[in-house]
C-alpha cells in the first residue's frame, strides 16, 4: 500500500506529460489532415534522399559481411 | 478486340483509330484525348511516373476539369485581385490553393513533388481531406498564373482560396473540439483508476486514509473534465432555457453537473457514492459524436466551396482603337463595347452592336435550344454565346441585370422555407419531461421513507437514465448516411435533407437540364441517299472533330477530316478520303452542290444537313435527350403516390411531349421564375411538402423556397448555393437510392432512440428503488452507448 503514496503522483504528472504533448500536437497542426499521412508513407520509395539512405545502408553492409 | 480500350490516365474508352500515345513505365499507352497525352508526358518528363504505380484511382480527365484561359489567369497576377488571396513575406509570398481532380492519395505525391521540383518554390503541401494545397513560393519568378499553369500541366486546376474569417473559425473551432475529446479521454482513464477502487465490487480493503486520498485524486482530475472539456453543454443548457426549450444539452448538463457537485461533497464529507467516473465517461462519449458530426459537416463545408468558382468575372473591353484588354467586370461602366467570344457567358445586358451568333439562354429562361441573335437584338447578362464572336455595347451592369432580378427574388424566396421538425428534438422534449417528473416524485417518495436516502437516489436515477445513447442515437446515423450519400454522389450542404426527405408528397421538375441532358446529343439520322446511317454519322463526326463549337461534342471524338474550314454561323467543310464535305445550315450545304437546299422535315430539335459535291447526303437530327433514368424517378414518384409537377421556362412543344413520354399529368410551360415561385406557394397554400429539382438560374427562387431543394451537378453556382442538397454525379438514379437510404436512415434512428429509451425505461425502477449502484450505472450506459454507434455503422454498408 505504501508504494501508492508514490504511485498516485507519479501517475499524475506522466498524464500532465502527456496532455501537455498532446495538446502541442494539436496546435502545431498535426492532426488537421488525418488522411494524408496515411498513404504518404506508400512513396517513400520514390524520394531519391531515401533511395540514396537505402543504398548507403546496403553498401554498408556490403563491406562488413556479417559472416567474414 | 472488342471491348474499347480504357485511356491509360483517366480510364474512359479510347475511340477508334486513336492516335494519342505515349511511353509510360516503359511501355506504349493509349489515350482517349490530347489532354489525357499531354498531361501523362508532362509527368513522366518530371521524373514522376511512379504516380502511374501507386495510384489506386483513374486520374480525372483534364478535358473535363473548368478550363482557364491563360488571358484569364493572368487577372490573378494584378495586385488588386491578389490582395485577397496571397500574403506577402519579404521575398515569399504565400496562398492556399483549392484544387480540383484529386482522385486518390497519389495525386497529393504527384501534386507535392511536382511543385517542389520548381526552383521558385519554397514550400508546397497538400492537404488531402480539404483538398487544399499551402504554397509559398517566390512570386518575382513564377507569378501566380504560371504557377496554376503548373498545375494544369499536369492535370489538375487550382483556384486561389480565400481563407476568410469562418475558415479560420473553423479551424480553432475544430483543434479546440480536438483538445477537449483528447483531454476527456485521458483524464477519464485515470479517474476510472482511482474511483472504481473506492467501489465496494472490487472488495479492496483500503485504509480510510487510502480511500480519502483516492477520492481528493479523482476530484482533482475530473475538475478540467467538467470545467473544460463540457463547458459547450453548459452554454447550450443555459441558452436553451433562457430561450425556454428543453433539450439534450439541459439534460445532460444535469446530470454531468449533479454528479459532479454531489461527489465534491462526498469527497469533503466522506460518505456516499462517486460518480466521477460517469462524468469522464458522458464527457467522451458525447464530444466523441459530436466530433465525428462535426467532421462529416467539414467534409461537406470543403466539398461545398469547390462549386463555386471564385475568379471574379472578367471580360474583354475594346478601346476606341478596337483592341480588346481583359478587364474584371466591376470595371465596365454602361456605354462600354465588350467583345464577347464563343462559348463565354455574357457579362452584361446590352445590345448587339457587330457580329452573328445564337444565344444559349437555357439557364435563364430554360428554352433548350439557342437562339439566333443579330446585330441590334438585345442580350442578357449570364447567358452564353454559341457560335461566333459578338461585340456587344453594355446598356444594364450588376445590381439593373434581369439576373440580378432573379437574385433579389431568391432573398426574398428565402424567408418562404418551412422548417421541418426534427425527431431527436422532440423525442428529447418528452424523454426530459418524463426524466424530470419520475425524478420529483421518486424524491418526494423516499423523502417519506428515509430523508437521508432521498437525494442519493435521486442523483443516481439523474446519472442512470443521463441520455447518452440518446443524443448519439441521431447524430451518427446522420453522419453514416452522409457519407454513405456522398460516395452515391449526392452532398448533403443543409442538415435537415435526410429526415426532410421522408415528409416529401410532392416533386416539382425542372426540365432542361435536369430531365433532359441540358446538352444537345444526336437523335435521329435520315439518310437522303445510297449511304447508310452509319457511315454519314463517320462523315460528319470527322467533320465535328475539329470543331470546338458545343454541337461538336454531340459527336465524340475521332480522326479529324483534312482541309476544315469553319463558316461561323453556317457550319463547317472538309475533305474525308478525297470526298468534299459540308455541314451545317441547309442553304450553306447546298450551295456546294449547286443544288436548292431541301426543306427541314420537322420542327423540334435542331437540324444538320450533310453533303458533298453531288448534293444533300443525310438529315442529322440534334435534340436534348431525356436522361436515361428519368422514368425511374417517375416510377418513385408513383409508387410513393406523390404528386408530380413539371414546371419549365421553355415554352416549345417539348415540354408536354416529354411529360406524356413519362406520364405527368400536370406540365407548364414557358414560366417565368416568378411564376414558378407561384405554384410552389400554391402548393404550400395546400399544405404539400415540396421537393425541387433543378438546375437553371430561372430555378433558384424555387429551390431556395421549397422544403427541400436539389440542384444538378452541372447546374449554374447560385442554384448549386442555394439548393440544400447538390447531385454531383447528375444521376437520376443516385437520387432514387438517396430516397431509399433516407427511409433506412429514418429506420435507424426511430430503432437507436427505441434502444436508448428502453434502456433507460428499463434501469428507471431499479433506480428509482434505490438499487443502482455507480458501477452498474457504468456498465448500462457504456453498453447501450455501443448498441447505438454500432446500429447507426450498418448505415456504411
Sequence with gaps: MPALYVMIPIAIIVVALAIWLFFWAVDSGQYDDLDGPAHSILFDDEDPRHKAGVEQAADKQDKNPPHA | ??????????????????????????????????????????????????????????????????????????????????????????????????????????????????????????????????????VRWADSQLPLSQLLGELRKIGYVAHPYQADQAAELLQRENRRALRQLGLAGLLWMQVMMAAMATWPEFNLDLSADMDRILRWTSLFLTTPIVFYCCTDFFKGALRDLRTR??????????????????????????????????????????????????????????????????????????????????????????????????GHSLPADGRILAGQSSIDESLLTGEYLPLPRAVGDSVTAGTLNVEGPLTIEVQALGAATRLSAIVRLLERAQADKPRLAELADRVAQWFLLIVLGVAAVVGLVWWQIEPQRAFWIVLALLVATCPCALSLATPTALTTATGSLHKLGLLLTRGHVLEGLNQIDTLILDKTGTLTEGSLTLSRILPLRDLDSDTCLALAAALESGSEHPIARAFGRVQPAAELISHPGLGLQGVVDGRHLRIGQAAFVAELSGQSAPG??????????????????????????????????????????????????????????????????????????????????????????????????NDVPVLAAADISIAMGS???????????????????SLVQAFAMARRTRRIIIENLGWACLYNGLILPFAALGWVTPSWAALGMSLSSLVVVVNALRLSR
Design chain 2, 245 to 342: 426549450h428543453l433539450t439534450m444539452d439541459i439534460s445532460v448538463s444535469l446530470a454531468i453537473g449533479g454528479a459532479y457537485l454531489a461527489g465534491i461533497w462526498s469527497t469533503v464529507t466522506g460518505v456516499g457514492e462517486l460518480y466521477y467516473d460517469a462524468v469522464g465517461m458522458f464527457a467522451l462519449f458525447l464530444l466523441a459524436g459530436r466530433y465525428l458530426e462535426r467532421r462529416a459537416r467539414e467534409r461537406t463545408a470543403a466539398a461545398t466551396s469547390q462549386l463555386v468558382n471564385l475568379l471574379p468575372a472578367s471580360c474583354l473591353r475594346l478601346d476606341a482603337a478596337g483592341n480588346n484588354q481583359r478587364v474584371l467586370v466591376s470595371e465596365l461602366s454602361v456605354g462600354d463595347q465588350v467583345l464577347v467570344p464563343p
Design chain 2, 715 to 733: 447546374a449554374t453556382d447560385l442554384a448549386k448555393t442555394s439548393a440544400d442538397a447538390v447531385l454531383l454525379s447528375n444521376r437520376l438514379d
Design chain 2, 600 to 697: 427541314i422535315p420537322g420542327d423540334q430539335g435542331q437540324w444538320l444537313l450533310l453533303g458533298d459535291q453531288q448534293g444533300p447526303l443525310a438529315w442529322l437530327v440534334l435534340d436534348d435527350r431525356l436522361r436515361s433514368d428519368a422514368p425511374k424517378l417517375l416510377d418513385l414518384a408513383r409508387q410513393r403516390d406523390w404528386r408530380v409537377l413539371l414546371l419549365s421556362g421553355d415554352s416549345s412543344p417539348m415540354v408536354h411531349s416529354l411529360a406524356t413520354q413519362l406520364g405527368i399529368d400536370d406540365a407548364r410551360g414557358g414560366l417565368t421564375p416568378d411564376d414558378k415561385l407561384a405554384v410552389l406557394r400554391q402548393q404550400h397554400a395546400e399544405g404539400r411538402r415540396v421537393l425541387m429539382l433543378g438546375d437553371g438560374v
Design chain 2, 1 to 134: 478486340m472488342n471491348s474499347p480500350t480504357a485511356c491509360f490516365h483517366c480510364g474512359l474508352p479510347v475511340p477508334a483509330g486513336s492516335r494519342f500515345q505515349a511511353r509510360v513505365l516503359d511501355e506504349p499507352r493509349a489515350f482517349c484525348c490530347p489532354g489525357c497525352q499531354a498531361v501523362a508526358e508532362a509527368i513522366v518528363a518530371g521524373g514522376l511516373d511512379g504516380y502511374y504505380r501507386h495510384r489506386t484511382e483513374n486520374a480525372s480527365n483534364p478535358e473535363a476539369l473548368p478550363r482557364q484561359l491563360s488571358d484569364e489567369l493572368q487577372l490573378y497576377d494584378r495586385a488588386d485581385v491578389q490582395a485577397n488571396y496571397v500574403q506577402h513575406q519579404g521575398e515569399l509570398a504565400e496562398a492556399c490553393l483549392l484544387i480540383e481532380g484529386i482522385s486518390c492519395a497519389a495525386c497529393g505525391w504527384l501534386i507535392e513533388r511536382h511543385l517542389r521540383t520548381l526552383p521558385a518554390i519554397a514550400e508546397a503541401q497538400l492537404n488531402l481531406s480539404n483538398q487544399r494545397l499551402q
